[in-house]
Every structure is written in structure tokens, then in C-alpha cells.
């Protein structure tokens, strides 16, 4: 069986052998237990087969990425979302890490997993619509009760998203670090609107005091 850069299963060559099946079924059955946290999970997960093969693709994958579970669970491997030039620079990179040769593939990004090292790496993930997202992608291996690999979970972070909410974030303490200064600064402090007639936007506790207002009545107050 072979897989063509597009990630899809080359149909013009025999079905998969009854070995190959029952790691499928072992791979399955390892993961029923924890599909209802796949299926909760906020992150994009990907599970494969040990040949690549898409055989678990959560929700969050699908809304991140535009396809269905339909489209592409034993249909296709990662490479569908992938950037094919990406991949090829990964695989020098880690062939000259690990000593060996990576090839450019589904290998890529399992390499390290196989040989119980762990694999970070942000990628571009390519939706259905052409779009890219970026992604830290964490790659780990299954294994059955004997320690045999039958697979591999990919967990993908949407950066996007991420850095989004920690510069949110950053900005609510920003904000609340300066309020917290302005509030024990032992001048008046006051922010009036810019034209006439004048209205006090804000003021800190000390302005407050010294105008005879009380703190929380003193907003939209004319001068």
C-alpha cells in the first residue's frame, strides 16, 4: 500500500491484510474509552493508524479545519493539511537532529514519537478553503498492552487563537496593573472629555476626595 502527496490511500493496490485490520480494531478499541474526551476536547486531535491513515478526527479538528470525519477518517493521511514544502524542511532538519534518514512524509511527523522522544513543532495547517492556520502540533504514540506501536494522537493548539488571548489577557493585567497605580497615586488624577462642555470620564480616589464626590458618582459629572 502506498500514499500519494495528496494523503490519499492509493485504491489501485490491495486491500490492507488481516494483520494490518486487527491493529486497526486493537487501535480502535483503544481509543473508544477515550472518545467522549476526544470528542469534548477544545483542541484539534488526529488520530492515525500506524501507516498513517486518518482513523480519528474530533470536532474541534473539523471546525478548525472545514472537513468532515466523513472526508478524510481512512481516507487520508495528515499530508491533506499540510504543507507539502513545510514538510520537506522538517525532514532535513530531523534527519540531521536524529542522525538518520527522515523521509519528507508521514514519517516527519512521527520520527521522534517512534523512538519515544517528544515531538513539538508548530506548522501552517492548510484548510479545506485554501486557508492556513497556525498550529503547535504534539505528537505521541499508541501502544497496545505489549508496548507495541499500533499508532499515533496528534494534538494540535491553534496559535492563532492562543495568541490572541494571552495578548487579552496581557492587556486585562496591563490594565489593571496601571488602575491599580493610578488609584494610590496621592495627586488628583482627572480625564475630561475633549470639548466643551466639559465632562469628567475618570477620576482616581484622591480627585474624588478632593472634589467632594463620591468615586463611583463622579463619572460624566460637568465641570
Request: hydrophobic content about 45%; proline content about 4%.
Amino acid at each position: 500500500m502506498s500514499i500519494d502527496q495528496t494523503g490519499e490511500k492509493n485504491e489501485s493496490e490491495p486491500a490492507a491484510g488481516a494483520g494490518e485490520q486487527a491493529l486497526r480494531q486493537q487501535l480502535h478499541a483503544l481509543l473508544e474509552w477515550q472518545r467522549a474526551i476526544l470528542e469534548s476536547a477544545n483542541h484539534a486531535i488526529i488520530a492515525t493508524d500506524i501507516n498513517g491513515f486518518i482513523i480519528d478526527f474530533n470536532p474541534a479538528a473539523q471546525q478548525m479545519l472545514g472537513y468532515t470525519a466523513e472526508e478524510v477518517v481512512h481516507r487520508h493521511t495528515p499530508a491533506l493539511i499540510h504543507d507539502m514544502q513545510e514538510v520537506i524542511t522538517r525532514a532535513g532538519v530531523l534527519s540531521k537532529e536524529l542522525g538518520f534518514p527522515v523521509e519528507p512524509g508521514f514519517e516527519v511527523f512521527v520520527a521522534k514519537a517512534r523512538i519515544g522522544l517528544r515531538e513539538e513543532e508548530e506548522w501552517n495547517y492548510i484548510r479545506k478553503d485554501g486557508g492556513r492556520v497556525p498550529v503547535l502540533l504534539s505528537v505521541s504514540a499508541l501502544k497496545d498492552s505489549d508496548q507495541k506501536i499500533i499508532g499515533f494522537l496528534g494534538v494540535a493548539v491553534d496559535l492563532a487563537t492562543r495568541k490572541e488571548l494571552e495578548s487579552s489577557t496581557a492587556q486585562a493585567k496591563a490594565h489593571q496593573l496601571s488602575a491599580g497605580i493610578i488609584s494610590i497615586i496621592a495627586e488628583g488624577i482627572l480625564c475630561l472629555s475633549p470639548q466643551a462642555p466639559y465632562r469628567i470620564l475618570f477620576a482616581n480616589p484622591f480627585a474624588a476626595g478632593l472634589l467632594n464626590i463620591s468615586e463611583h458618582l463622579i463619572k460624566d459629572q460637568a465641570l
